[in-house]
């Protein structure tokens, strides 16, 4: 499992920094991440407040417009 944790980030990763195109890939590694993130929250208050950096924020809310490369 952590080596699709690595992927998931890596995967974001390289899209934020133009390594690869932003797709359909991209925004289902960036809900992955955000879910695992959620489920974290909900089981350890330590948690609470972390968020996800601006750059993946953005990232995110570009899944309305049509793929980047």
Do not use: H, P, Y
Not at 11 to 26: H, L, M
Not at 51 to 59: Q, Y
């Amino acid at each position: 499992m952590a080596e699709m944790d690595f992927n998931e980030c890596q995967i974001v990763k390289d899209s934020i920094t133009g390594k690869r195109c932003i797709d359909e890939q991209t925004f289902a590694s960036v809900a992955i991440l955000a879910d695992r993130l959620e489920r974290l929250k909900k089981s350890e208050k330590l948690f609470a407040g972390v968020r996800f950096s601006s750059a993946v924020r953005k990232l995110a809310r570009q899944r309305k417009t049509a793929a980047v490369c």
